[in-house]
């Protein structure tokens, strides 16, 4: 069975930290994948990143940075110098590969991460 | 380029009524998905319309049931509301064909009284 777990329930820095939000999958399938969202309080779930568990190279965006580590089944997520308006709730999210048209794969949820940047 | 839109953005229900939420996909996207969202929790899958058919469906009971039209629209209807259906319903749109980035709209919060 699928699951993500994400063990920080809230995190509170105080702007300009860095911060990162910790996320383990489990999943027996060989090809999946993984992502982030950000979610404020209006609701949205904001898409940020999508990875292909055969692309283990880390990514940046800006002040964000994900570290994959299929050996750990980690999908870590950073913010580097956090601001107030990264506050909100960041969930990581699974779901398998491929499958034929029209069968796209169901995403599998973590609880989310309730981050607070303080002025 | 439309993103993902749902309606009504917020409402309230009595207990046992029934309630139909609608979501437009995102342009150039054919497969929506709805998922229910409780208060602290992460969002948990409803099910999956693509081509007019549901092709995938969570753990809910039959009271939840969509439909999806012609232009890709979907509706989500749930009847015999409980006070448990209170949540946030969010729509999901992707690529059927390459299952790409799933994009969500801002969701309907249901209050059931």
């Known amino acids: 069975a699928q699951k993500v777990t994400q063990a920080q329930t809230e995190i509170s820095v105080v702007e300009k930290e860095d911060v990162t939000l910790d996320c383990v999958y489990e999943?027996?399938?060989?090809?999946?994948?993984l992502f982030w969202y950000k979610q404020p309080p209006s609701g949205e779930l904001v898409f940020l990143i999508r990875?292909?568990?055969?692309d283990e190279q880390n990514e940046i965006s800006g002040r964000y940075s994900w570290n994959f580590q299929k050996s750990t089944s980690s999908f870590n997520f950073t913010i580097t110098a956090s601001q107030v308006v990264d506050s909100a709730v960041y969930f990581c999210?699974?779901?398998?590969?491929?499958?034929?048209?029209?069968?796209?794969?169901?995403?599998?949820w973590g609880l989310g991460t309730s981050l607070a940047v303080n002025p | 380029d439309a993103g993902v839109t749902q309606s009504p953005t917020h409402l309230i229900k009595t207990r046992g009524q029934q309630v139909t939420l609608r979501c437009s996909p995102k342009?150039?996207?054919?497969?929506v998905s709805w998922y229910q969202q409780a208060l602290g929790q992460g969002p948990q899958f409803i099910f999956q319309?693509?081509?007019?058919?549901?092709?995938q469906r969570g753990n809910f009971p039959d009271r939840f049931s969509g439909h999806q039209f012609p232009n890709y629209s979907s509706e989500l209807n749930v009847n015999a509301l409980l006070l448990g259906d209170s949540a946030l319903y969010l729509c999901?749109?992707?690529?059927?064909?390459?299952?790409?980035?799933?994009?969500f709209g801002e969701g309907s919060w249901l209050t059931v009284v």
């Open positions: 999901a749109s992707s690529d059927g064909l390459s299952g790409n980035t799933i994009y």
């Open positions: 342009s150039g996207h054919d497969t």
């Open positions: 319309y693509y081509e007019e058919e549901e092709r």
């Open positions: 999943t027996r399938d060989t090809t999946y994948y």
């Open positions: 990875r292909n568990s055969f």
């Open positions: 999210a699974l779901s398998e590969a491929g499958g034929r048209a029209g069968n796209n794969r169901k995403l599998i």
